[in-house]
């Protein structure tokens, strides 16, 4: 399978604890998103890296917040003493940017966080 | 900011009905619009996108048209059949970077 991959599929965690996210993108693609979707609601931008720099950071994306890409290649996405307002669905993209013209973003299937 | 509204949040219809959704959008900017499908436990997948040199676009039984002027495009799914009921996201994005998701239409179809 060549699809954009995200690990663990679910996490539950207890109120302030720390949890990690991992995303594996489309082997060939440069740029990578990470997005959060809360039930009944559409995916909200969080932050994207363009190889291994982040580009663009989301007011969504509080302190406790922080993603890495660090040789460009898998991501990962951090949230320091999680809150009940965290659980969501959380979901990475990839996609490879060509002079400028926007494009198809790949999704994963996503990291559901519940956190008791 | 950006912004997307899209409606109608639910839709039901008969299989072989026509399905309708449409989306309005507030940045200048946006150029490229994608229509995104999401069943459950899984991540969006594009079914289709438009660009903004382009009023309409067609792939079998789904359409969609884009009025640059009114800011407003649509998506537009003939024959449907019970497979295509899932969730249905427009979406707009200025460039490469971010896309900005409406709040998703939940489309039935009755067999």
Same mark, same amino acid.
């Given at each position: ?53 982040? =580009?663009?950071? /989301? ?6 917040? @922080?993603? +890495?890409?660090?040789? *460009?290649?898998?991501?990962? %996405? ?12 959380? =979901?990475?993209? /990839? ?6 013209? @926007?494009? +198809?973003?790949?999704? *994963?299937?996503?990291?559901? %966080?519940?956190?008791? | ?78 024959e449907t059949q019970p ?29």
């Amino acid at each position: 399978d060549t699809g954009v991959s995200q690990d663990p599929r679910h996490k539950i965690t207890k109120r302030g604890q720390n949890v990690t996210f991992r995303c594996d993108p489309i082997s060939e693609h440069n740029r990578l998103y990470w997005y959060r979707q809360t039930l009944g609601q559409g995916p909200e931008f969080l932050t994207y890296f363009q190889n291994e720099a982040q =580009l663009e950071k /989301s007011r969504l994306l509080s302190d406790r917040f @922080s993603a +890495e890409r660090p040789k *460009g290649s898998f991501s990962t %996405l951090e949230i320091q003493r999680t809150e009940q307002g965290d659980s969501a669905m959380y =979901l990475c993209a /990839s996609n490879r940017e060509t002079s400028g013209i @926007s494009g +198809e973003q790949f999704f *994963g299937p996503g990291t559901r %966080l519940t956190v008791l | 900011g950006e912004n997307v509204e899209q409606h109608p949040s639910t839709l039901s219809v008969q299989e072989g009905d026509s399905a309708v959704i449409k989306c309005t959008y507030s940045d200048s900017a946006s150029n490229y619009f994608p229509w995104y499908k999401q069943e459950l436990g899984k991540g969006p997948q594009l079914i289709i996108d438009i660009r903004s040199n382009v009023g309409e676009k067609k792939d079998q039984r789904i359409a969609v048209t884009l009025n640059k002027t009114a800011k407003h495009f649509s998506l537009h799914i003939t024959e449907t059949q019970p497979e295509d009921s899932a969730v249905y996201f427009c979406a707009e994005s200025g460039g490469y970077q971010k896309v900005t998701f409406g709040i998703g239409t939940k489309l039935q179809v009755i067999p």
